[in-house]
């Protein structure tokens, strides 16, 4: 009996030996799958960030110049606005340079000074004393004509 009894007790140690064995080595591998897992894990999110700053910096460029299209084209309109404003102050100018007085101005201005004609465009012309062609602009000043611009009589 002492030697059943010895028998078992060595296969309960070798049996409880060698599960504790194994589970030594299930969680040495356990261990060692977690750290694998962690280092793949931090690797997929280094390679994220990465990807992540990677992409902010180009939304930065695109917007940056973007921003620098814009603000040429918010010039160039600027420019342009500028430049019609000038041609049509200009024009108003040149218009009430052009426009006649009313007739009660135009009377009076050129007094006994005879009216010879009308122009091209439709303006009354007048002979001074001296002979010189004329015409009362918009401000109901005489604005005299140029050799080229008067009418033949």
Request: aromatic letters at 4%.
């Amino acid at each position: 009996m002492n030697k059943l009894l010895a028998v078992t007790l060595l296969f309960l140690g070798v049996v409880f030996t060698s599960q504790a064995q194994s589970a030594e080595d299930k969680l040495k591998k356990a261990k060692a799958d977690a750290r694998e897992t962690k280092a793949k894990a931090d690797e997929k999110a280094k390679e994220t960030k990465a990807k992540a700053d990677k992409d902010v910096k180009e939304a930065k460029a695109d917007v940056k110049k973007e921003a620098k299209e814009v603000k040429a084209d918010v010039k160039q309109g600027a420019k342009d606005v500028k430049d019609e404003t000038k041609k049509v102050a200009q024009k108003v100018t040149k218009d009430e340079d052009e426009a006649e007085a009313s007739a009660t101005v135009q009377k009076k201005v050129a007094g006994a000074d005879k009216m010879v004609g009308k122009d091209a465009k439709g303006r009354n012309i007048y002979v001074g004393a001296k002979g010189g062609q004329y015409y009362i602009n918009s401000s109901g000043n005489k604005t005299y004509l140029d050799k080229d611009s008067k009418i033949k009589m």
